[in-house]
T-cell receptor, first 114, second 111 residues
């Protein structure tokens, strides 16, 4: 099965700075990579995703990049705000699944200091 | 339009007991997946239901079973509870290989 590694496990930044979280995956046939944000005690929320036919996708202050050759993808948050503080999970879809089974990384605790 | 809903919110059980958790998918979704999220970990795939059948299963013992109803809602059953089953149980819904949306989860504590 797929193996997803996520780094760093914790990340602290000053408000206004950028934050980058990186993930690697093992199955070269995977082609869908979502990112979820989970605030304390709440559900994981899909914030952005990317499919393998593109190398980058942006949505306001959030962007995701994908390097299929190297099998890694990254989440970039610019102009961070205190409300960005949460645990972020990357995931990769099982290439053998027809119904969207996801493999998750272990998460990154992002803290944005005002 | 209601998103994914789950019940109950919290549950406390003792070792050896059985538990049933419930999930209603987002309107228009026909696929339900269940995940277990231990404290400080990412969600781990338990199994997935489509057309009332289990379609794929993760590395979980047979004590974990489920069901999907004609209205696409789903149940997760866990028998012979162990302390290690304490976790947040998340339900996610989607349509085929599409975005997966998660419910708020059920926090299960086994004592």
């Amino acid at each position: 099965g797929e193996n997803v590694e996520q780094h760093p496990s914790t990340l602290s930044v000053q408000e206004g700075d950028s934050a980058v979280i990186k993930c690697t995956y093992s199955d070269s046939a995977s082609n869908y990579f979502p990112w979820y944000k989970q605030e304390l005690g709440k559900r994981p929320q899909l914030i952005i995703d990317i499919r393998s036919n593109v190398g980058e996708k942006k949505d306001q202050r959030i962007a995701v990049t994908l390097n299929k050759t190297a099998k890694h993808f990254s989440l970039h948050i610019t102009e961070t705000q205190p409300e960005d503080s949460a645990v972020y999970f990357c995931a990769a879809e099982d290439s053998g699944s027809t119904l969207g089974r996801l493999y998750f990384g272990r998460g990154t605790q992002l803290t944005v200091w005002p | 339009d209601a998103g994914v809903t789950q019940s109950p919110t919290h549950l406390i059980k003792t070792r050896g007991q059985q538990v049933t958790l419930r999930c209603s998918p987002k309107s228009g979704h026909d696929t339900v997946s269940w995940y277990q999220q231990a404290l400080g970990q990412g969600p781990q795939f338990i199994f997935q239901y489509y057309e009332e059948e289990e379609r794929q299963r993760g590395n979980f013992p047979d004590r974990f079973s489920g069901h999907q109803f004609p209205n696409y809602s789903s149940e997760l059953n866990v028998n012979a509870l162990l302390l290690g089953d304490s976790a947040l149980y998340l339900c996610a819904s989607g349509t085929g290989r599409s975005e997966q949306y998660f419910g708020p989860g059920t926090r299960l504590t086994v004592t």
